[in-house]
């Protein structure tokens, strides 16, 4: 059944995600079930709305929802009850996480891979701020503000983020300079960067680097040490726009506070 308001009739237009009876909900996945929705919005108690949906006064995206199993996401889908939108009054949450190797940066993994959600509380309902290599330990921001997320990986606000790469050999004074001025990786120049040479181990012939970067290309550091032939041995990143991984210990989370929060996206 289609429910007729002038915001279904615009939400219609956009594709139907996993509404209904919670098909293709994914467990970490930020979909709610209506009833929950409601009363996160202060419009009944979790009974009462469970009594609305069944009398057919709730529509999610224009469609009429009867079903007490249906989800919705409040990042992508619209609520009404009654032809009036319902909007949900959610606390926006920042974390960074020390995020370890092993560990893929997504919601899920088809290959049934540990990821970045089983390290943070399954309830906050987050997602990550955009990806580290399952090979890179260090610092990850998650939240659930998706405007905040928008500003911190979109390449126009050019966020710096700094990282320790390991790698193999000792790089030559000429080939830090074209790091430092832009290689080019898959047919494109990266952007300057600041490159430190920290130490280099003569005997195991392995040298530490500090870099940073403001772009977010694929493998991005990987590819310009190997672009100037020294192989990464193993990448952290300890810096992402100012804000420190500091002593936070590997798989462990904390909340970022408001100053942090509001620095970042200046
Ligand atoms: N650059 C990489 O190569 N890998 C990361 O995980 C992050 C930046």
């Given at each position: 059944m289609i429910c007729d308001s002038v915001a279904s009739r615009r939400k219609r237009k956009r594709a139907l995600p996993d509404v209904v009876a919670g098909l293709?909900?994914?467990?970490?996945?930020n979909s709610l079930r209506i009833q929950k929705w409601l009363s996160m919005s202060g419009v009944a108690s979790r009974r009462k709305a469970e009594e609305m949906i069944v009398e057919g006064r709730v529509c999610i995206n224009g469609i009429k929802v009867t079903e007490l199993g249906a989800k919705a996401n409040p990042q992508n889908d619209l609520v009404e009850l009654d032809g009036k939108i319902v909007e949900i009054v959610q606390e926006k949450i920042y974390i960074m996480l020390h995020k370890p190797e092993g560990v893929v940066t997504t919601v899920t993994d088809p290959f049934g891979r540990a990821t970045?959600?089983?390290?943070?509380?399954?309830?906050?309902?987050l997602y990550p701020v955009g990806r580290l290599d399952f090979d890179t330990s260090g610092l990850l921001l998650m939240t659930n503000d998706g405007e905040w997320a928008q500003k911190l990986t979109h390449p126009k606000y050019e966020v710096f983020k700094t990282y320790i790469a390991m790698v193999k050999g000792i790089p030559a004074t000429e080939s830090l300079q074209k790091l430092r001025q832009g290689i080019v990786i898959d047919g494109k120049k990266t952007a300057p960067a600041k490159i430190k040479l920290l130490k280099n181990e003569k005997k195991s012939a392995k040298s530490k680097m500090i870099i940073t970067i403001h772009e977010g290309r694929n493998h991005q550091v990987r590819k310009m040490c190997e672009a100037i032939g020294h192989k990464v041995i193993t990448l952290k990143r300890i810096d992402v726009g100012g804000l420190e991984l500091g002593a936070l210990p590997k798989s462990k989370w904390r909340h970022l506070t408001a100053k942090e929060v509001k620095n970042l996206v200046k």
């Open positions: 293709g909900a994914e467990p970490h996945s970045v959600m089983d390290l943070v509380p399954n309830q906050m309902r």
